[in-house]
């Protein structure tokens, strides 16, 4: 087994094993690997070691210490241990395949103010005994144990997700209005009567099925800052006043969990945890040219200089796929190659490096040359279950190489 290691400069860092067969014949091995931002380095190859020569002490040690590293790198302070077979809402897959398609570190979601938002959790309602008293299938309460997003994440959107349950082709009430309530202060019998706040409404076709999201940041914002959440009041309002089921709100008796966890509602909530950081499209083409650059740095004397190498890191061999429900690895790669004197346009360098490496050409004893480094990165989406089981999609960047450079 062949071991890159890194040494020597101070951008990025990613050790890695080689492995033959693998996708792109480079696979993350959870004995020998590490990735940590905060250093970098060339890389130089060594066959002299192998971790199957390790005593198992060591490979534990090793494994553990790789492992506190990702999980650091990913905002874990544990590994998260889920709890059955996950449900993943549709809109967060289909949100999450859309954040694959776009060059972005931020989740974009049409009529929501979600562009510097970088995580997406999703909430299913909690039942209680107070539901019990909402006995009109035209009035009902929704709660939401927003306990796990961290403090130091700054809310950028909410929604409210409902699936509506059509009435017979043959009913007179075609439309209705369904309003959402933020309960500020819950009633008292024979006290007062609780305090509500319109925060949103939409017109429904009440003959068709469909999922009704509604516009809840108002209410999770207050939520998240003063504690007092005491759930939220949906309204259904017809010309006609019988009595209908509009909303899923239970479970079927013969009712699947898939089938009753695809149509239960839910929130979402739209985050930013301060690391994001907008892709411009005037960056986006320059990381094409560089890719193009990058493709002449072959040289004539066999050796190659600086320029992007496959990598890929593969959460099944790490033991994550418990939790990380998708992508099941991604392509990192990675940067090496020679930075020669004199450095050509190509190479993508610095003004600094190019002087490092005239002052290098005449006296190497004093200064190391300059390093092939990433230089541009991109971002990879995440679904994945957190420590409260529950499911979270999360934009995180610098995560994969796009071009590389003497620095």
């Not at 087994?1 to 860092?13: A, H, P, Q, S, W």
């Not at 077979?85 to 395949?97: D, N, Q």
């Not at 499911?391 to 995180?396: A, E, G, H, P």
Request: net charge positive; glycine share 4%.
């Amino acid at each position: 087994m062949n071991t890159l290691r890194c040494r020597g400069c101070t951008d990025y860092r990613l050790t890695a094993s080689y492995r033959s067969g693998s996708p792109g014949d480079w696979s993350y091995d959870a004995h020998v690997a590490a990735a940590e931002i905060g250093a970098s380095s060339n890389y130089i190859e060594s066959s002299s070691d192998s971790v199957d020569d390790m005593d198992p002490n060591d490979k534990q040690r090793i494994t553990a210490s790789v492992e506190a590293s990702l999980l650091s790198l990913l905002g874990f302070s544990k590994r998260p241990r889920p709890k059955g077979k996950p449900h993943v809402p549709e809109s967060l897959k289909k949100l999450y395949a859309k954040q694959n398609s776009i060059s972005s570190s931020n989740i974009a979601k049409k009529g929501l103010h979600t562009r510097s938002a970088n995580t997406v959790r999703s909430f299913s309602h909690i039942e209680s005994p107070l539901d019990e008293k909402f006995q009109s299938s035209n009035r009902f309460r929704l709660s939401f144990d927003l306990s796990s997003i961290p403090q130091e994440e700054v809310l950028k959107a909410a929604e409210l997700s409902l699936t509506r349950i059509a009435l017979e082709s043959g009913s007179s009430k075609k439309l209705a209005r369904i309003l959402v309530h933020d309960i500020i202060r819950p009633g008292v019998k024979d006290q007062h009567k609780p305090l509500l706040r319109l925060i949103d409404s939409r017109v429904i076709d009440m003959t068709s099925n469909s999922t009704i999201s509604l516009d809840v940041h108002p209410a999770v914002s207050r939520w998240l800052q003063d504690g007092n959440n005491h759930g939220l009041l949906i309204q259904v309002s017809s010309r006609n006043r019988t009595s209908d089921s509009h909303v899923r709100l239970k479970r079927s008796v013969d009712e699947s969990h898939d089938t009753w966890s695809s149509s239960r509602p839910t929130l979402f909530t739209y985050t930013d945890d301060g690391r994001s950081k907008m892709a411009s499209a005037s960056e986006i083409m320059d990381r094409r040219a560089r890719r193009a650059a990058l493709r002449k740095n072959r040289r004539k004397d066999g050796r190659e200089n600086c320029r992007r190498h496959p990598l890929y890191v593969d959460f099944v061999d790490v033991g994550w796929n418990d939790w990380i429900v998708a992508p099941p690895g991604y392509d990192a790669f990675y940067c090496n190659g020679d930075c020669p004197f004199p450095l050509s346009d190509h190479l993508n360098s610095t003004n600094h490096a190019i002087v490092q490496n005239l002052v290098y050409s005449t006296n190497p004893a004093m200064l190391p040359r300059a390093c092939c480094v990433p230089t541009a990165l991109s971002s990879i989406s995440m679904l994945y279950l957190d420590e409260e089981n529950k499911v979270v999609l999360k934009n995180y960047q610098d995560m994969a190489v796009i071009g590389c450079g003497c620095r």
